[in-house]
């Protein structure tokens, strides 16, 4: 069992910075990827950034690109996500995840092959 606890939300103005960070408990062994999903109300969640926790290559979606940076600190089982330039439309609930197994086709950003989720963090970007 593996529990994912998320933090360093809150609201900020547009063009600031924030850094999440998601800290893992539990039998952490053997993890695949970890990666950072948004969900914005009336919308579909989105997969944001994911790391290969074996590895560290890194993958990340379009609309953050150049901004966001995701990383992870394996000896404290902690994982970032700094968020630089941020817009209006970055606000959303932010969620963590834990991947197990081998990731399938649909990619390490799809969300669907994750095993553990945290309960999200919220971040609020004002114009």
């Known amino acids: 069992q593996v529990q994912l606890v998320e933090s360093g939300g809150g609201s900020v103005q547009a063009g600031g910075s924030l850094r999440l960070s998601c800290a893992a408990f539990?039998?952490?062994?053997?993890?695949?990827?970890m990666g950072w999903f948004r969900q914005a109300p009336g919308k579909e969640r989105e997969g944001v950034a994911a790391?290969?926790?074996?590895?560290?290559?890194?993958h990340y979606a379009d609309s953050v690109k150049g901004r966001f940076t995701i990383s992870q600190d394996s000896a404290k089982n902690t994982l970032y996500l700094q968020m630089n330039s941020l817009k209006p439309e970055d606000t959303a609930m932010y969620y963590c995840?834990?991947?197990?197994?081998?990731?399938?086709?649909?990619?390490?950003?799809?969300?669907?092959?994750?095993?553990?989720w945290g309960q999200g963090t919220q971040v609020t970007v004002s114009a």
């Open positions: 995840a834990a991947d197990f197994g081998p990731i399938g086709l649909a990619g390490p950003l799809s969300g669907y092959e994750y095993n553990y």
């Open positions: 539990g039998y952490t062994y053997s993890m695949y990827y």
């Open positions: 790391i290969y926790t074996g590895g560290g290559s890194t």
